[in-house]
């Protein structure tokens, strides 16, 4: 089973950045994918982006294409979320998952306790 440790999150304003960061651990396997998802108060989760395990491919929402980045680390365990010019719908709780099968598009199956993003106005 696949460990997954978000940290980063925080209290930022509008037009601020912030960067997530997520460490997997444990059974993980090797070409799995990782990403990051969202919950606002109210709503479902939602996906945000997502990364292969070299950090040859990303996909990201409508909702932060251009103002999200996302890159696996050198170890390959870690995956970071580059938020720039935040907004106050950006708020919500934000999840890493993983993938471990490989596939693209990913099939994430594990999941982060979750790190708090505000954004105020």
């Known amino acids: 089973q696949v460990q997954l440790v978000e940290s980063g999150g925080g209290v930022v304003q509008a037009g601020g950045s912030l960067r997530l960061s997520c460490a997997a651990s444990?059974?993980?396997?090797?070409?799995?994918?990782m990403g990051w998802f969202r919950q606002a108060p109210g709503k479902e989760r939602e996906f945000v982006a997502a990364?292969?395990?070299?950090?040859?491919?990303?996909s990201f929402a409508d909702s932060v294409k251009g103002r999200f980045t996302i890159s696996r680390g050198s170890a390959r365990n870690t995956v970071n979320l580059q938020m720039n010019s935040l907004k106050p719908e950006d708020t919500a709780v934000y999840y890493c998952?993983?993938?471990?099968?490989?596939?693209?598009?990913?099939?994430?199956?594990?999941w982060g306790q979750g790190t708090q993003v505000t954004v105020s106005s």
């Open positions: 998952a993983a993938d471990p099968g490989g596939s693209w598009p990913p099939r994430f199956g594990s």
């Open positions: 444990g059974r993980t396997f090797s070409n799995y994918a």
């Open positions: 990364c292969s395990y070299s950090g040859g491919r990303t």
